[in-house]
Nanobody, 125 residues
Framework: QVTLVESGGGLVQTGGSLRLSCAASGSALSSAAMGWFRQAPGKERQFVARITLGGATIYADSVKGRFTISRDNAKNTVYLQMNSLKPEDTADYYC???????????????????WGQGTQVTVSS
């Protein structure tokens, strides 16, 4: 069984930064590509970023240049560094794992078998 636990969310001012962490159990990072999704109140859950086993990354256009996804397999943790935050970044952020770990262009929720419970990010205006 794979368990993902997000942390690091909170309240930040516009232009500020946060680093989200996703701690994985069951050696999930050794076999999975990892992604971050977010869901604003009343909106659908949307893709944010993905990192493959080989370290290749893709980002949603809305966060390119501001967010960085990374992974530390030794710590069994994936991160999302969020800079230059905007009010529209306000959402619940979810960590997810995809067993097709070497594929890059997978942004749909359906590709991800493992999900965390989410951590809330609020960006004040």
């Amino acid at each position: 069984q794979v368990t993902l636990v997000e942390s690091g969310g909170g309240l930040v001012q516009t232009g500020g930064s946060l680093r989200l962490s996703c701690a994985a159990s069951g050696s999930a990072l050794s076999s999975a590509a990892m992604g971050w999704f977010r869901q604003a109140p009343g909106k659908e859950r949307q893709f944010v970023a993905r990192i493959t086993l080989g370290g290749a990354t893709i980002y949603a256009d809305s966060v390119k240049g501001r967010f960085t996804i990374s992974r530390d397999n030794a710590k069994n943790t994936v991160y999302l560094q969020m800079n230059s935050l905007k009010p529209e970044d306000t959402a619940d952020y979810y960590c997810a794992g995809d067993v097709s770990g070497r594929l890059l262009g997978r942004t749909s929720r359906a590709h991800y078998a493992y999900w965390g419970q989410g951590t809330q990010v609020t960006v004040s205006s």
